[in-house]
C-alpha cells in the first residue's frame, strides 16, 4: 500500500510540471507575440538625377558592305589566284573555270549564225530578182500584153520569196542571241572582283568542281569583304523593339578586345521578326537591328560576338530612386462589375500596383506611385514623390516582403551587414 501511494504522489508530480511547463510557454508566445517588429533598413533621399534608358542586345560583328559569290556555270577551277585574307582591288581575278565546252558552245552558235547570213543572203537575192519580174508582169499586164494567169504566177513567186526571206531574217535573229548567251556563258567562266575589299571567306580549292547556281543555290567559293565599315548586328527582344529608333546611339563591347567600348549608331531596325522555339514553351520572338560602328580598327573581324547597349532615351534631371526601391504591392478591392459571375455578385480582384516606401520618424509609409524610364540604377518617379522624401532602398528582403504601411524600422548604414545584403538581394 505504501509502494502505491509512493507512486501515485509521484505521477502527479510529473503531471504537474508538465503543466506548469506548457503555461510557462503558452506565457513566453502570448508576451512575444505583442512585442513590436523592427525591421533593419537602409534609405536613400530622392533626387533629381539624369537618367538614359538603355536595351541591350547580343550578336555578331560584320562588314556593311560583303559579296557572297557563286558561279553561274558548273566546271572546273583550272584559276584560283588569291587567297584568303588577301586584299583584291575591283575587276581583279578571282577564279577561273575551264572554259572549253562553253568556248565550243560559242563556236557552234558563230557558225550558226554565219549560216543563218547567208542563207539570208541567199534569201534577199532571190526575193529581188522576183520582185522585179513582178513589177515587170504589172506593166505588160497595164498594157494589155500579159494574161491575169501570168501575172498571178508571178505574183505568188514574189510572195512565196518574201516568206522565205523574213523566215531567214528571223533564224538570224535567233542566232544572234544564241551566239550572245553562249558568250555570256563563256564570260561567266572568268570571275572577277565585284568591289575593293578583302577576301574574307574561301571554301574552293584549285582543280575543285562547282556547281552553277542556274538551277539550285549554287557553291559558296569566297566572299569578298570591305572591312573600313563595319557593324553589329544583334537580336532585340520584340519588348524593346519599339524603343529603339534609327541613330539611337549605342556602347558596343566586342568579347575579343575586352572592356574596351566602340561608339555606334542605330543604322537599320528590322521589320520581319526572328521566331525561335515557335509553337512551344520557349517560343522567342527577336528583331534584328543593324548598328554601324563609328569607331573604327583593323583588328576588327567579321564574326567576332559583341554586346550592344543601345541608349534609347535620355531625360535630365527627373526625380528617381533607386530600382530596388520600387516594388509591387497588391490591393484587394470590391468590384461591382460582372466578369464571369452569373450570380450578379461582387467579385474581389487584386490589383498590383508600384509603391515606395517613404521613411517619418522611424516608421514606414506606403506610397503608390507612377514611374518611367530607368537605367541601371535609378528609376525615373513620374508621380507619387515630391522630392523631400527618404525612400527605404535595401535590403532586397524587406522591400518586397517584409515592410507594410506603418512598420515600425531602424535605420542602417549601407556600410552595415553588407554580406547579408547580398545575400538578400540574390533571394
Known sequence: ????????KKKLFIFGGIIILLGIVVALVVMGSDKEVII????????????????SATGKIQPVE???????????????????????????LLVQIKPDIYVAQRNRARASLQSAEANLDISKANLDKLDAEYKRVQGLFEKKLSSQAEIDASKAGYLQSKGTYESNLASVLQAKEGLKEAEEQLAKTTIYAPMDGTVTELHVELSERVLGSSFSQGTHMLTVSDLSQMEAIVEVDENDIVLISVDDIANIEIDAFGDKIFKGQVSQIGNSAITTGL??????????????????????????????DVETE???????????????????????????????????????????????????????????????TYIEIISGLSGSEKVVSGPYRAISKELSDSSTVVIQDKGDDKNKNLADNNE
Open 1 to 8: 500500500m505504501a509502494n502505491g501511494k509512493k507512486k501515485s
Open 314 to 376: 535620355t531625360k535630365v534631371d527627373v526625380l528617381s530612386v533607386p530600382i530596388q526601391s520600387v516594388t509591387a504591392r497588391i490591393e484587394k478591392k470590391e468590384d461591382d462589375e460582372e466578369e464571369g459571375n452569373n450570380n450578379g455578385g461582387k467579385r474581389k480582384r487584386n490589383d498590383p500596383k508600384e509603391v515606395v516606401f517613404v521613411i517619418e520618424d522611424q516608421v514606414a509609409k506606403q506610397i503608390e506611385v507612377k514611374t518611367g524610364i530607368s537605367d541601371d
Open 279 to 308: 509553337g512551344t514553351q520557349d517560343e522567342v520572338v527577336n528583331f534584328e537591328v543593324k548598328i554601324l560602328l563609328t569607331d573604327k580598327d583593323e583588328k576588327i573581324r567579321p564574326g567576332m560576338s559583341c554586346d550592344a
Open 40 to 55: 533593419s533598413v537602409q534609405t536613400e533621399d530622392v533626387e533629381a538625377r539624369t537618367i538614359t534608358q538603355v536595351v
Open 66 to 92: 560583303k559579296v557572297v559569290l557563286r558561279p553561274e556555270i558548273t566546271g572546273e577551277i583550272v584559276n584560283l589566284p588569291v587567297e584568303e585574307g588577301d586584299f583584291v582591288n575591283k575587276g581583279q
